[in-house]
T-cell receptor, first 111, second 111 residues
Framework: NAGVTQTPKFRILKIGQSMTLQCTQD?????MYWYRQDPGMGLKLIYY???????DKGEVPNGYNVSRSTTEDFPLRLELAAPSQTSVYFC??????????FGQGTRLTVV | RKEVEQDPGPFNVPEGATVAFNCTYS??????FFWYRQDCRKEPKLLMS???SGNEDGRFTAQLNRASQYISLLIRDSKLSDSATYLC????????????FGKGTRLSVIA
């Protein structure tokens, strides 16, 4: 039972590079989320989606883009990476009124 | 007022102690409530759901007070392994609103 799978687990990017963080879930959840968590801080919502084809901004969307072409996949795109995007990124999914399941996270360093 | 507020702690308690965390939420339309646990550098994991009637799972008891808009978590007979950050989570599920996470309360159980 895979749950929520994130790839890669670790990545080092140079300033100005781009990358896509992958997230897939096999629980047929409608809702999917992307959070970032800086050291010692709480989760901050970047983007979320309530279903295929629907995405919306969270608290800190600048510098990121998402798409939701299928129920299973919710990739997060970083364009022009900056040191301020060094963080741990968590993807999560849920049913509308239910608790969320998280992936194991992607640790990103921008140098 | 923030949507979900928690005392960040840290709460430093000896083994065997009883410790309680409170969390307040601002949206009276909130429908689902959860406590999550997050270990250092790991993803948040569901600890327990919170029901109006209160619920217990071993040494953990969760309570919901809708009138005062707060939820609580009580941990009895604290173990070293309980050391973690505890996140309060609220789900409004009206319209297309995502889960809202509190910033977390850090607990350290000391031998």
């Amino acid at each position: 039972n895979a749950g929520v799978t994130q790839t890669p687990k670790f990545r080092i990017l140079k300033i100005g590079q781009s990358m896509t963080l992958q997230c897939t879930q096999d629980m047929n959840h409608n809702y999917m989320y992307w959070y970032r968590q800086d050291p010692g801080m709480g989760l901050k919502l970047i983007y979320y989606s309530v279903g295929a084809g629907i995405t919306d901004k969270g608290e800190v969307p600048n510098g990121y883009n998402v798409s939701r072409s299928t129920t299973e996949d919710f990739p997060l795109r970083l364009e022009l990476a900056a040191p301020s995007q060094t963080s741990v990124y968590f993807c999560a999914s849920s049913y509308p009124t239910d608790s969320a399941f998280f992936g194991q996270g992607t640790r990103l360093t921008v140098v | 007022r923030k949507e979900v507020e928690q005392d960040p702690g840290p709460f430093n308690v000896p083994e065997g102690a009883t410790v309680a965390f409170n969390c307040t939420y601002s949206n009276s339309a909130s429908q689902s409530f959860f406590w999550y646990r997050q270990d250092c550098r790991k993803e948040p994991k569901l600890l327990m759901s919170v029901y109006s009637s209160g619920n217990e799972d071993g040494r953990f008891t969760a309570q919901l007070n809708r009138a005062s808009q707060y939820i609580s978590l009580l941990i009895r007979d604290s173990k070293l392994s309980d050391s973690a950050t505890y996140l309060c989570v609220v789900n409004t599920a009206s319209g297309n609103t995502p889960l809202v996470f509190g910033k977390g309360t850090r607990l350290s159980v000391i031998a």
